[in-house]
């Protein structure tokens, strides 16, 4: 028997938009015209310029870019570890721009949970006390943060490795504690930052197959990668480069064409052009410049 691979997995398919009747529901995040600006001194740096996304309920999202593309800004502004310098960014409804320090923390305690590479299990506790943390510093009683705790595990595979400690687990097994320790607060979003980073394929496969079991029960995903063959399981992607988000492969190649423009003020040489799709969407061949 071959070894599993990526290409085993199924895409997952698009949701149509819209409920039963025909009503649009809140989306789950809602980006107008973010950007974000960096000082240094006299010296500013535009990480972001310009972001325009919506993510509905039930969504499975994979925003993929380049090193310096912009994607951990977006990450940041996403998981409210930061807000845009201008532009309204709207979590379930909610504008955070206007939120104070306090206001943000219980937003990324009770309605997001971060899955993110380096796992951030603390190597003392054992899987189940880890996935209680974050109830914890909600002052969930102890009782009901075990209970909860239990269904997490369970939840993503791992009710018999309640008392292991983080060196006991693979790094899938590991990931997946990451993942329950997201689900724990039943958040409104899970935001997975390089959630493959440090997987090997085998483990890859397992926590991608996890990601689509959440999104098949109705569960709101983001996925931030710079690897295709990640960004392609899951049921959209977005493009992230310079700063700017395209959501396909014609407002991609129109948009840096634009953008080499203005800053040298001559044509691009179309061959000295890669589009980022080249680095990770799947798009046909005979489509690409």
């Known amino acids: ?15 149509e938009p819209g409920d039963v009747d025909g009503s649009e529901p809140e989306p789950i995040l809602d980006l107008s015209q973010v950007r974000k600006t960096y000082s240094t001194g006299t010296i500013e740096v535009e990480a972001l310029r310009g972001i325009d996304l919506v993510v509905p309920e039930g969504d499975y999202v994979a925003i993929m870019g380049p090193s310096g593309s912009g994607k951990s800004t977006l990450m940041h502004i996403l998981g409210c570890l930061d807000i845009p310098t201008s532009g309204t960014y709207r979590l379930a409804g909610v504008d ?44 969930v009683p102890r009782a009901e943060r075990r209970r909860r705790a239990t269904e997490a595990l369970e939840r993503v595979g ?34 997975a930052d390089e959630p493959t980073g440090n ?33 392609k399981q899951a049921a959209r992607t977005v493009l992230i480069r310079d700063g700017h988000l395209y959501h396909s492969h014609e ?21 000295s052009r890669v589009p ?10 005979e489509d690409r410049p």
């Open 1 to 15: 028997m071959s070894a599993a691979t990526l290409d085993d997995l199924a895409p997952v398919e698009a949701d």
């Open 96 to 139: 955070v721009g206007v939120m104070d320090e306090e206001e943000l923390a219980d937003v990324r305690n009770r309605r997001i949970g971060f899955v993110f590479q380096q796992f951030n299990l603390l190597a003392t506790l054992t899987a189940q006390r880890n996935v209680e943390l974050p109830l914890v510093y909600a002052r």
């Open 158 to 191: 791992l009710g018999d490795r309640l008392d292991h400690r983080p060196t006991e687990l693979s790094g899938g097994q590991q990931q997946r504690v990451s993942v329950a320790r997201a689900l724990v607060t039943d958040p409104d979003l899970i935001l």
């Open 251 to 271: 407002e991609e190649v129109a948009g840096t064409e634009a953008l080499a423009t203005l800053e040298s003020g001559a044509e691009p040489d179309p061959a």
């Open 199 to 231: 997987l090997d394929t085998a483990s890859t496969l397992d926590v991608l197959s996890l990601f689509a079991e959440l999104h098949e029960q109705g569960r709101t995903v983001v996925l931030i990668t710079h690897e295709r063959e990640v960004a």
């Open 276 to 285: 980022l799709w080249e680095h990770g969407a799947d798009e046909p061949e």
